[in-house]
């Protein structure tokens, strides 16, 4: 078999377990509830005096950062590290034209080293994929890779945590209306957002932005486009801010920060519109005065802090999963 | 042992299991850690019957296991709740059935991250043998053998009954 050639869903193994973590679109609710069941328990293991389980005892886990994060890149740290993994750091840095040699021969000499799981960060969409692609072709598939991020194209640890958030504080997906607002085009966040939220019946799913910061045919993926944020936020049980991603923007995309807040900044007037027990959840790190008041983020109501906690946990879950499927 | 024709009575053998450890534990200081999912049911009957103090742990070893590398993470892994201290305890695990005793092994392991018991016994309603490591229990009030391709299984009823089913591999 030449590299995925067959295969219907490349993060798949022929047993249809997990054996990368890519993307999440095209995994069935199944899987996305069993990994939001298995992060729970893994929740609790912070509690203990020795906030370790053995699972990953003398695997060795290499987070590729061809792209700066600090907080990803920690969180992936911490639940490696908790699953007893040997977590090996590389910030990489891609001043080359041509990046995906530069991922493919990084890959090359770390799988020469024993490298167990490949946590991947990359400025082009698909790297990830590229590089599962390749230990594939090269007869290397216990090598487990998992998306940390790439590009515009897909975040699906992130957009897990957000689910597992969600359920967390309301429960039933199928009973809610959610916004995600702000810079959905540049957002990977927001697109495994959309697709998890679907893929796990969300009736209604909202996007609210102006319109230079929303990719054509974004309805395709089953949501409702707003352009108004107050007309948008009626009614919602959970807004999901996006980062503005300035670094990202090319060209006017926007006249300036100031009249982005005036517009699309969740200030609590703006929040009042939402339902009374809404929930406000970001991704990190935030642009405080840009697309979010500081008396929202610091709020009752937001939940961005206990975010990156059950990020841990649901990181945790992934990497057993993944490694336990050989 | 004798090779079973007919199933032990659960409710009965939790009953016995009750009375053989009723002199050997102190209700105000001994605490009980069921293992998912039998042995969860069984600490609650015990608790009840020998009228303890501390409320029951529980216990899912699928983050100690042995085979994980074999099998991968078990599907359906519940928290781990210890509600008491488990430095200085005095802790008796509590199963349904003693069998290879892997997962006696592994639920010692996973106290052993929360603190560092006095003592611990082992509590089980049968021993149905094959074991496999250095494991006995300190009350278990029956014994049967089963080939290996058997499970018991212990099941609890809609009222809450608990009875054991036999099945093939």
Not at chain 2, 8 to 36: F, N, Q, S, W, Y
């Amino acid at each position: 078999m030449s590299a995925f050639g067959k295969q219907p869903n490349p993060q798949l193994n022929s047993h249809g377990e997990l054996q990368h973590l890519l993307t999440i679109e095209g995994l069935p609710r199944e899987m996305l509830t069993r990994i939001l069941d298995t992060a729970a328990p893994f929740s609790e293991v912070a509690e203990r005096e020795v906030k370790k389980v053995p699972l990953l005892r003398g695997k060795s886990v290499f987070n590729l950062f061809f792209e700066n994060s600090t907080r990803t890149r920690t969180t992936f740290e911490i639940a490696a590290k908790r699953l007893s993994a040997d977590v090996i750091n590389l910030n990489i840095s891609t001043s080359s034209a041509n990046k995906g040699e530069t991922l493919l021969d990084t890959a090359d000499n770390l799988a020469a080293m024993q490298a167990d799981m490949f946590v991947v960060r990359h400025a082009s969409s698909g790297a990830p994929h590229l590089l599962a692609q390749h230990l594939a072709a090269t007869g290397r598939d216990h090598i487990h890779v998992v998306n940390a991020g790439d590009g515009r194209h897909a975040h699906p640890t992130q957009g897990l945590l957000d689910m597992y958030t969600i359920r967390h504080y309301k429960t039933d997906f199928t009973q809610l209306t959610i916004a995600i607002v702000g810079d959905v085009l540049h957002s990977r966040v927001a697109r495994s957002q959309i697709h998890a939220l679907t893929t796990l019946g969300v009736p209604e799913v909202r996007v609210i932005a102006p319109k230079t910061l929303l990719p054509t045919g974004i309805e395709r993926l089953g949501v409702r486009v707003f352009n108004d944020m107050r007309e948008g936020l009626r009614g919602v049980d959970v807004v999901m801010m996006l980062r503005l991603q300035n670094e990202r923007m090319q060209g006017a995309l926007l006249p300036s920060t100031q009249e982005y807040f005036k517009s699309y900044g969740l200030t609590p007037e703006k929040l009042s519109l939402a339902k009374p027990d809404a929930i406000v959840m970001h991704p990190g790190p935030m642009n405080r005065g840009v697309e979010i008041d500081s008396a929202v983020a610091d709020g009752g109501q937001a939940v961005i802090l206990p975010q990156v906690t059950f990020g841990i946990a649901v990181r945790m879950a992934v990497m057993a999963m993944l490694a336990g499927n050989s | 042992m004798p090779v079973a024709t007919h199933l032990p009575d659960a409710e009965a053998l939790c009953a016995a299991l009750a009375d053989a450890m009723r002199p050997h534990v102190d209700p105000a200081a001994t605490a009980l850690v069921g293992i998912h999912t039998g042995g969860v049911w069984v600490a609650a009957r015990l608790h009840a019957a020998l009228g303890l103090k501390i409320p029951p742990g529980s216990i899912d070893v699928s983050f100690y296991r042995d085979d994980y590398h074999q099998r991968g993470l078990h599907a359906n892994a519940k928290t781990s709740q210890i509600p008491f201290d488990v430095e200085g305890a005095h802790i008796v695990i509590v199963d349904d059935v003693l069998h290879t005793g892997r997962t006696i092994r592994a639920a010692m392991n996973e106290l052993f991250d929360y603190g560092r018991p006095a003592r611990i016994d082992l509590a089980v309603l049968t021993d149905r043998g094959g074991r496999e490591l250095p494991i006995a229990p300190t009350f278990c009030p029956h014994s049967l053998s089963l080939p290996a391709a058997q499970i018991l299984a212990l099941e609890r009823a809609d009222d809450g009954g608990l009875s054991f089913r036999l099945i093939e591999k």
